[in-house]
């Protein structure tokens, strides 16, 4: 389903494609939206130090997805990794 390095643009479209709906773990500040470089609604957060690491959430019934990105070589987000974030708790 997910693969390392993939643009979080193109996931995002296409988890939305299979069900899955944004599930933020809240409003992301401005600064994480400028970190992110993009406008996705599943935006949870970015770190403001360190690898840029941003984090997206989604929900598609009583699933919860964790996706976790770093900037790829056009200062894109590319897949880093992900997680059940119900589960990493």
């Known amino acids: 389903m997910l693969v390392v390095q993939e643009s979080i643009v193109q ?21 994480e939206r400028e970190r992110a470089g ?4 599943s935006l949870s957060a970015c770190l403001g130090t360190g690898l840029g690491l941003c984090r997206y959430d989604y929900q598609r019934g009583k699933q919860a997805l964790a996706v976790v990105t770093v900037p790829g070589a056009r200062g894109e ?6 997680f059940d974030p119900e589960v990493a708790h």
């Open 11 to 31: 996931v995002d479209a296409r988890l939305l494609a299979n069900g899955w709906l944004p599930n933020p773990e809240r409003e992301p500040l401005l600064f």
């Open 38 to 41: 993009n406008r996705l609604a």
């Open 77 to 82: 987000g590319v897949v880093h990794s992900w």
